[in-house]
Nanobody, 111 residues
Framework: QVQVVESGGGVVQPGGSLRLSCAAS????????VNWYRQAPGKQREFVARITNVGSTNYADSVKGRFTISRDNAKNTVYLQMNSLKLEDTAGYYC?????WGQGTQVTVSS
């Protein structure tokens, strides 16, 4: 049974940082690209960042230069380092690989 679990969300002030984690089990992790998406209240889910199985990355324009995605295949985990957080980064953040999704972790940026 495949499980995808996000963690690391919380409340942070503008300009602050958080690191999200996405841990997967029950799947050959190093075969798959992993994506982060986010969804703010009343808005559609949007792409944030992606890392391929060989470590190539790409980002949404809105987070480029502020967020960094990385992976540790030995730990079956992908990370999303989020720096210089803005109010508009407030959302539920979801991890996706293949057809599987996690339950999400909430990030709230508030002064």
């Amino acid at each position: 049974q495949v499980q995808v679990v996000e963690s690391g969300g919380g409340v942070v002030q503008p300009g602050g940082s958080l690191r999200l984690s996405c841990a997967a089990s029950g799947i050959v992790f190093n075969r798959y690209a992993v994506n982060w998406y986010r969804q703010a209240p009343g808005k559609q889910r949007e792409f944030v960042a992606r890392i391929t199985n060989v470590g190539s990355t790409n980002y949404a324009d809105s987070v480029k230069g502020r967020f960094t995605i990385s992976r540790d295949n030995a730990k079956n985990t992908v990370y999303l380092q989020m720096n210089s957080l803005k109010l508009e980064d407030t959302a539920g953040y979801y991890c996706n690989l293949h057809i599987f999704w996690g339950q999400g972790t909430q990030v709230t940026v508030s002064s």
